[in-house]
């Protein structure tokens, strides 16, 4: 079942972190920081919005997704990390689904998912073209020497409410999934 993450999911999300086999020690720490963020300022304030795939009390994967800053309606996919023991098990897939429906109740018209072009995403890179993605652009050399920056997009179709288009300068959330 996918719901917003909660304060005791937040072990289990830096566990599939550390366990996802593609990140580095920045990037797991990076997830750290947004988690303590989201806790302590809540997704309305920092924009980081948390949500888990669980099964009874195990966390099988998460995502995590904001507003852009100084856009209208155009949203990051920031972290996507399914439990290694859990894949093939369309974890993935469920998450960015709930994650392109939760920004599309939030007006959402465009969902950015950033990836790193080496031979070791590969995977990834697949996935977002399955789930259709487009790769927008590609920045060559952006991490370090050889390691380009892939843009996949995904343009939405925002969910009107009776009320005016937010800004999303920091977003707001209003609802549960």
Not at 29 to 47: F, P
Not at 70 to 99: E, H, M, Q
Not at 113 to 139: N, Q, V
Request: hydrophobic share 35%; aromatic share 10%; glycine share 8%.
């Amino acid at each position: 079942m996918i719901i917003i993450a909660k304060e005791a999911d937040g072990s289990q999300i830096q566990d599939i972190t550390a366990r996802a086999g593609v990140f580095s020690h920045e990037e797991i720490e990076c997830v750290s920081e947004l988690w303590e963020e989201y806790l302590t300022l809540g997704s309305d304030r920092c924009g980081y919005n948390f949500i888990v795939d669980r099964e009874g009390d195990q966390v099988l994967g998460f995502a995590c997704y904001g507003p852009r800053d100084l856009t209208n309606g155009v949203f990051d996919l920031y972290w996507i990390a399914v439990d290694p023991n859990a894949r093939r098990n369309s974890v993935g897939r469920g998450l960015l689904t709930a994650s392109e429906e939760e920004v599309q109740k939030l007006d959402g018209r465009m969902l950015i998912a950033e990836t790193s072009g080496t031979p070791h995403y590969e995977p990834t890179r697949k996935f977002y073209l399955s789930m259709g993605y487009t790769i927008e652009a590609t920045i060559k050399d952006f991490y370090v020497m050889g390691d380009d920056l892939v843009i996949f997009i995904k343009r939405l179709s925002p969910i009107r409410k009776n009320n005016p288009a937010p800004s999303y300068a920091k977003g707001t959330r209003d609802h549960l999934i």
